[in-house]
């Protein structure tokens, strides 16, 4: 049974750091990329980073370029997302995604396996 279990979420103050974390079993975890969305309150679910499958190659969304580093850790199966400089644009449900390849983690439409997700909040 594939499950990706996000943790880490809560609430902060504008300027604060929270690391999110991810825990992946179920499926060869080393065969995929790996991407953190987010989804806001009326919004669409919005790309956040995502890292290949050996974590040489990551991609940022605009929005957090700076801010946001993505890491994975193949031998415990899990990935990571250090968020630095939070802004209350940043409050939403973030959701760990992992995809066949890297292009594909990109995307909303190329993941395969969703978390059910972690709730972050930046008050100003």
């Known amino acids: 049974q594939v499950q990706l279990v996000e943790s880490g979420g809560g609430l902060v103050q504008a300027g604060d750091s929270l690391r999110l974390s991810c825990a992946a079993s179920?499926?060869?975890?080393?065969?995929?990329?790996m991407g953190w969305f987010r989804q806001a309150p009326g919004l669409e679910r919005e790309f956040v980073a995502g890292i290949s499958w050996a974590g040489g190659s990551t991609k940022y969304g605009e929005s957090v370029k700076g801010r946001f580093t993505i890491s994975r850790d193949n031998a415990k199966k899990t990935v990571a997302l250090q968020m630095n400089s939070l802004k209350p644009e940043d409050s939403a449900v973030y959701y760990c995604?992992?995809?066949?390849?890297?292009?594909?983690?990109?995307?909303?439409?190329?993941?395969?396996?969703w978390g059910k997700g972690t709730l972050v909040t930046v008050s100003s």
């Open positions: 179920g499926f060869t975890f080393f065969n995929y990329g």
């Open positions: 995604g992992a995809a066949a390849s890297f292009d594909r983690v990109q995307t909303p439409t190329g993941i395969a396996y």
